[in-house]
């Protein structure tokens, strides 16, 4: 991937360690809970490619998250999220993917300019390989599902995954989304409560698991979450690959 720049922003893969240490510190702020300096590392990490978005001029960190590639869905067993969900119905599939994972946004951060931009860098990954299939896990803040009645209700009416895409359960700690969700959800409510990548995932045609999986250490609920590239409307491909495309200026 080349750097590229939307607005004030410039997106880049990490080109050293001290690069990838800092992507764990602003993932420690975003997933435990918020302590400076803390890092959030695990032994994916040198397993991924590490995208930074930062402020093109200060050079802040405003944005990161992983990318895993994989030959085929035969190699899902090493990815992360095989380790929570069982992903054996993605065995079969034979084209690359792609594992998006621990995106976060820093403190304050809510331009969606730095959103378009991660999408354009994930578009940019996506197109080298050749890859089939995005996937990863969605993470909503907080381990009680009671609050998000109404995303998790519209997520299972509307955006499940079909029957030979739909993981099974690993974890130990699970809640099942037509169970814990809101039997007539308000769809605006769903939408203000969904975290803006799962947002981004299902505006595009993606569909999650039938469950969340219930994470005590990052303190938060994960959706698994899929997209099916050859299904992205034209239009929004075709948006998504302008970004991909452009570079630094």
Same mark, same amino acid.
């Given at each position: 991937?080349?750097?590229?720049?939307?607005?004030?922003?410039?997106?880049?893969?990490?080109?050293?360690?001290?690069?990838?240490?800092?992507?764990?510190?602003?993932?420690?702020?975003?997933?435990?809970?918020?302590?400076?300096?803390?890092?959030?590392?695990?032994?994916?990490? !040198?397993?991924?490619?590490?995208?930074?978005?930062?402020?093109?001029?200060?050079?802040?960190? +405003?944005?990161?998250?992983?990318?895993?590639?994989?030959?085929?869905?035969?190699?899902?067993?090493?990815?992360?999220?095989?380790? +929570?969900?069982?992903?054996?119905?993605?065995?079969?599939?034979?084209?690359?993917?792609?594992?998006?994972?621990?995106?976060?946004?820093?403190?304050?951060?809510?331009?969606?300019?730095?959103?378009?931009?991660?999408?354009?860098?994930?578009?940019?990954?996506?197109?080298?390989?050749?890859?089939?299939?995005?996937?990863?896990?969605?993470?909503?803040?907080?381990?009680?599902?009671?609050?998000?009645?109404?995303?998790?209700?519209?997520?299972?009416?509307?955006?499940?995954?079909?029957?030979?895409?739909?993981?099974?359960?690993?974890?130990?700690?699970?809640?099942?989304?037509?169970?814990?969700?809101?039997?007539?959800?308000? !769809?605006?409510?769903?939408?203000?409560?969904?975290?803006?990548?799962?947002?981004?995932?299902?505006?595009?045609?993606?569909?999650?698991?039938?469950?969340?999986?219930?994470?005590?250490?990052?303190?938060?609920?994960?959706?698994?979450?899929?997209?099916?590239?050859?299904?992205?409307?034209?239009?929004?491909?075709?948006?998504?690959?302008?970004?991909?495309?452009?570079?630094? +200026?």
């Amino acid at each position: 991937m080349q750097p590229m720049r939307r607005g004030r922003y410039l997106a880049r893969l990490a080109g050293s360690g001290g690069d990838v240490e800092r992507a764990q510190v602003l993932r420690g702020q975003a997933f435990l809970g918020g302590t400076v300096g803390v890092r959030d590392a695990d032994r994916f990490d !040198p397993l991924c490619r590490h995208v930074l978005i930062e402020e093109a001029e200060s050079g802040a960190l +405003v944005a990161t998250f992983r990318l895993m590639p994989l030959g085929s869905g035969r190699e899902i067993g090493r990815s992360y999220s095989a380790q +929570v969900y069982d992903l054996s119905v993605l065995e079969r599939l034979d084209r690359p993917m792609l594992e998006l994972g621990r995106f976060c946004l820093a403190p304050g951060q809510r331009d969606p300019d730095i959103l378009r931009l991660a999408w354009g860098a994930i578009t940019a990954e996506v197109d080298a390989m050749s890859a089939g299939l995005l996937f990863g896990c969605s993470s909503f803040a907080g381990t009680e599902a009671a609050i998000y009645r109404d995303a998790f209700g519209w997520l299972a009416n509307r955006h499940l995954a079909p029957p030979d895409r739909r993981p099974g359960r690993r974890a130990t700690e699970t809640v099942a989304l037509a169970e814990a969700g809101a039997a007539e959800p308000d !769809p605006g409510m769903a939408l203000r409560t969904l975290p803006p990548l799962l947002r981004a995932y299902v505006g595009m045609g993606g569909w999650v698991g039938d469950h969340a999986v219930i994470d005590r250490e990052l303190g938060t609920l994960h959706v698994f979450t899929g997209l099916e590239v050859d299904k992205v409307p034209a239009a929004r491909a075709r948006s998504l690959r302008m970004v991909a495309e452009s570079g630094p +200026v």
